[in-house]
């Protein structure tokens, strides 16, 4: 089965400008989930959505990040506007059931703010 | 407080030795990943393991859930096996309602 689609897979954009990260997970996983890995750290969950609606959003910076899954199938993140600590790797996640069971996680976006 | 201690923190190691990297959770939890990183991003999912041991290949996972304690071992290391290795569980501060808590990770490097 295909994986976990991410793109782009480099970015590098100065700081207060826009960007925006896709995801497309695996056929049938209703859940995906948005993870930020910053260098040196463990991925740190920001998103996490149960088909088309959010589940956990307690760690999102809300006042520049947003992330939709209009559909159910594939979610977008943006960054608006980004600041220098906002470099990292953004990881989309996605799960056939809400639970530990069966992560695939995308590449990665990695993302530089200069 | 950290949840999770992974250690060691890195690990360089010859080709063929036999590799252990240990993980430390603080928290009830009902099941531990282990996955492996690449540089470049990509995570793969390793093992999910709630109990007792599993072994896949080389590779073999052992985890005590009384005691808060997992170990991933590596058998005849190879050059390929350099990754980031990361322990994870389900919830805790950093996982919200289902997404996963992670450790810092393992960086490991297996020289030929």
Redesign the interface.
């Known amino acids: 089965e295909a994986g976990v689609a991410q793109s782009p897979r480099y970015k590098i954009i100065e700081k207060r400008q826009s960007v925006a990260f896709w995801c497309n997970p695996i056929s049938g996983h209703a859940?995906l989930?948005w993870?930020q890995?910053i260098l040196?750290?463990?991925?740190?969950?920001l998103i996490?959505f149960q088909n088309n609606g959010v589940?956990?959003d307690?760690?999102l910076p809300k006042d520049r990040f947003s992330a939709e899954r209009l559909k159910g199938v594939d979610s977008t993140l943006k960054i608006q506007p980004a600041k220098l600590e906002d470099s990292a790797?953004y990881?989309c996640?996605s799960s056939l059931v809400?639970?530990?069971?069966g992560?695939?996680?995308?590449?990665?976006?990695?993302l530089t703010v200069v | 407080k950290n949840e999770?201690e992974q250690s060691p923190q890195n690990l360089t190691a010859q080709e063929g030795e036999f590799i252990t990297i240990n993980c430390s959770y603080s928290v009830g939890i009902?099941?531990l990943?282990w996955?492996q990183q690449h540089p470049?991003?990509?995570?793969?999912?390793l093992f999910?393991l709630s109990s007792g041991k599993k072994k896949h290949g080389r590779l073999i996972a052992t985890i005590n859930i009384q005691e808060k304690h997992s170990s991933l071992h590596i058998t005849a290391s190879h050059p390929r096996d350099s990754a980031v290795y990361?322990c994870?569980?389900?919830g805790g501060s950093?996982?919200?309602?289902?997404?996963?808590?992670?450790?810092?990770?393992t960086h490991l490097i297996i020289q030929p």
């Open positions: 859940t989930y993870y890995q040196g750290q463990g991925p740190k969950l996490q589940v956990d307690s760690q790797v990881l996640a809400r639970g530990p069971y992560y695939t996680f995308g590449s990665g976006t990695r | 999770v009902s099941a990943h996955l470049g991003g990509g995570i793969v999912s999910m990361i994870a569980f389900l950093g996982g919200g309602a289902d997404g996963l808590t992670f450790g810092k990770g």
